[in-house]
Nanobody, 123 residues
Framework: QVQLVESGGGLVQAGGSLRLSCAASGFTFSSYRMGWFCQAPGKEREFVARITWSGRSTLYGDSVKGRFTISRDNAKNTVYLQMNSLKVEDTAVYYC????????????????WGQGTQVNVSS
């Protein structure tokens, strides 16, 4: 049974940092591209970042470039999202996702999804 379990969300002041984790099980994690998406109330799911299976290639959404860093530990079946210099507009539910194939930054490029973790950034 495939599972993606996000953790690390919470409430933080603007300018602060959070580190999200996503623990994967039930599939060959090291063979999958991993991504993070976010969704705020009333908005569509938005691409945040993705990392290839090897970790050698990463891609970021324009709104998080220079502030967020995606990484993975294939030995621990875990992908991370380090979020620095957080802004109020980063408030959303953050989802991790797994996709086959080398690249992809659309929700439809990902087969497996976690339940999400809430991030709230206060002013």
């Amino acid at each position: 049974q495939v599972q993606l379990v996000e953790s690390g969300g919470g409430l933080v002041q603007a300018g602060g940092s959070l580190r999200l984790s996503c623990a994967a099980s039930g599939f060959t994690f090291s063979s999958y591209r991993m991504g993070w998406f976010c969704q705020a109330p009333g908005k569509e799911r938005e691409f945040v970042a993705r990392i290839t299976w090897s970790g050698r290639s990463t891609l970021y959404g324009d709104s998080v470039k220079g502030r967020f860093t995606i990484s993975r530990d294939n030995a621990k079946n875990t992908v991370y999202l380090q979020m620095n210099s957080l802004k109020v507009e980063d408030t959303a539910v953050y989802y991790c996702a797994a996709g086959s194939g080398l690249y992809g930054n659309r929700p439809s490029d990902y087969e497996y999804w976690g339940q999400g973790t809430q991030v709230n950034v206060s002013s």
